[in-house]
Every structure is written in structure tokens, then in C-alpha cells.
């Protein structure tokens, strides 16, 4: 597939997305204000799906009306049943990951699969992510990518990532290096942090230097440990330059964030760097850690 191809498809799925939210807007969400939600009650009872949906999330939060599961579960089930995709979704993954409930794949496998056939792209991902996993049904690769592939069209970051992945490794479908850097690449255009540091790892095979530690920094942000620590490792790479400073300094963020590697690496290589180098160095991590507050858990954790 050409970029040219995905960037029509982003822009026709866009638009469409766009037209829906604004005629959905945000009804299906529990009302800040009292009186909005004595409406919200009254719709829902007159069967009005939107507002089913608006009503178990109340329930759901504990907005307006003492928290009830169960409350939310049945108003959710009510929506779903009259063909309401954001309520079949949301009800799958609630039988998906059980929440509040046993974990039941087969009731997720349903409503999953009826959100995803009606377009819903956070229910084709976790469709995808259910043949993956096998999941309420026999492992399909595959029908993984096929469902992943609906969803990164219309711009599911981790869709995009997933399919970029079963395209590198030949997964269900035709192996396509090419393809899959696209895929990667849009998932990384999307802060999708596992993507970021794959791209990296391409850039940095080539090497194509200024691309690679661009992509490892975007990942490290998201705190990706593996990220710092093959970026410290990037700056000792003399093809583009050794520079024993920034490998120092990057060494010592990874084992910060609890790459024990990173950690012993920056007390190796401190021995090679002057006592004014180093503290330099250290006065440069702390910085970037101070500025990355939001960079403090390894995000290359798979769902579930």
C-alpha cells in the first residue's frame, strides 16, 4: 500500500468520523449538570438508546446516582441490544477485561464483533487483539491482521502498530518490510510509544542517525526504558558519530528507569569522562527526568 493510498484513506475516514461526532457530539456521556441529567433519565426510559448509554456511565462514575455496576451493565445492555455500536463496544470490553463482572469471551466476542462490523475502530482493534490472543475464539493470524488493517485505516494507533508488526513478521498475511515502515510510522505519528521505538530500530539499522535518535527520544518521553538504553548505545555507534557524553547521559536515565544494563553501562563509562564531564552529564538527566513527569512507568507493556 502506498502512502498515497493511506493518506486517502485517513482523509475519507476523517471526514466521516468528524460528521459523526458532531452528530453524536458527546450524549452518550453522563451530564455535568443536574438538570440535564433528569433529561438523560427520561430518554432513556423512553428507550432512546444515547441516552442508555449517557445513563450507565452515570452509574458507572457514580455521577448523580450511587455507583452501581450492575446498573451500568443493564442500561449499557438495553443501548446495545437497539444496535447502538459505542454501547456494544463498551459492553464487550467490559465482558473483555471484567470489569465489575467475571470475564466472559464468548459475550465479548458478540459485542465486540457487532461494534466492529458496524465500523467501530476501538472494537475492531480489540477484535484483532481477541484472534491474536485467542481470546473466545482459536487464534487466527490472519483474521487478526484483516481486523487490525479496518481499524489502522481509520487511524487506531494501536491497530496501525499491530499491523505493522504482523507485516514485518508475516503474520497472517504477506511479509511487506515496506508496508510495515509505513504502518510504523503512522503509529508513531500517534504517540503510540512501542511503534516509536521500532521505527527508531529501522532508522537506526540503516543507520540514518538524525531519524533514529529522533524516534528513540519520542519513545524514551513515553517512558520506554529499552528506548534510553538503545539510544545510549546509538551514541558509542561511530558510524554516526561516537559521542561518550550523550551515551553517558542516556545510560544513566535508562537505569533510572530500571534498565539495570543502563545503570551498570553509565558506571563503566563515568570512568572514561572527567570529573566536570560527568557532572554535566548528571545535571543534564536530572533535567530531562524533571521535564518528563509523565515518563515514569515502561509503556511497552502489552494490553492485558
Not at 40 to 54: F, V
Not at 99 to 115: F, N, P, V
Not at 139 to 148: F, I, L, T, Y
Not at 221 to 234: I, P, R
Request: hydrophobic share 40%.
Amino acid at each position: 500500500m502506498t502512502k498515497t493510498v493511506i493518506a486517502a484513506l485517513f482523509l475519507y475516514t476523517a471526514v466521516n468520523l468528524a460528521v459523526a461526532q458532531q452528530q453524536q457530539g458527546k450524549s452518550d456521556v453522563c451530564p455535568s449538570e443536574a438538570k440535564d441529567f433528569t433529561a438523560i433519565q427520561q430518554r432513556a426510559d423512553a428507550n432512546d438508546p444515547t441516552a442508555q448509554a449517557a445513563l450507565a456511565s452515570c452509574y458507572d462514575m457514580g455521577m448523580h446516582v450511587k455507583p452501581d455496576g450492575k446498573e451500568s451493565i443493564g442500561w449499557l445492555t438495553k443501548a446495545a441490544n437497539q444496535g447502538y455500536a459505542p454501547a456494544e463496544y463498551e459492553l464487550g470490553r467490559i465482558y473483555l477485561y471484567g470489569r465489575g463482572i467475571e470475564a466472559d469471551y464468548s459475550q465479548a466476542l458478540l459485542w465486540e464483533r457487532k461494534a466492529a462490523e458496524q465500523g467501530d475502530p476501538r472494537a475492531q482493534r480489540d477484535l484483532a487483539f481477541m484472534y491474536e490472543r485467542g481470546f473466545g475464539v482459536p487464534a487466527d493470524p490472519a483474521q487478526a491482521a484483516e481486523w487490525n488493517r479496518k481499524a489502522a485505516t481509520q487511524g487506531n494507533a494501536e491497530a496501525q502498530f499491530h499491523l505493522a508488526k504482523a507485516l514485518d513478521e508475516g503474520a497472517g498475511v504477506r511479509k511487506d518490510p515496506d508496508e510495515a515502515r509505513e504502518w510504523y510510522g503512522e503509529a508513531a505519528a500517534r504517540e503510540q510509544p512501542t511503534a516509536q521505538l521500532e521505527l527508531a530500530r529501522k532508522f537506526a539499522r540503516v543507520p540514518a542517525c538524525a531519524e533514529a535518535i529522533h524516534w528513540y527520544k519520542e519513545a524514551a518521553s513515553h517512558g520506554v526504558s529499552a528506548a534510553m538504553y538503545e539510544l545510549a548505545n546509538f551514541y558509542l555507534n561511530t558510524k554516526c558519530g561516537a559521542d561518550r557524553n550523550r551515551a553517558f547521559i542516556w545510560f544513566t536515565i535508562s537505569g533510572r528507569f530500571g534498565a539495570k544494563e543502563g545503570k551498570a553501562e553509565a558506571e563503566r563509562l563515568a570512568r572514561t569522562l572527567t570529573p566536570a564531564q560527568r557532572k554535566s552529564a548528571n545535571l543534564i538527566a536530572e533535567r530531562w527526568i524533571k521535564e518528563h513527569p509523565g515518563a515514569d512507568k515502561d509503556e511497552e507493556k502489552e494490553e492485558l
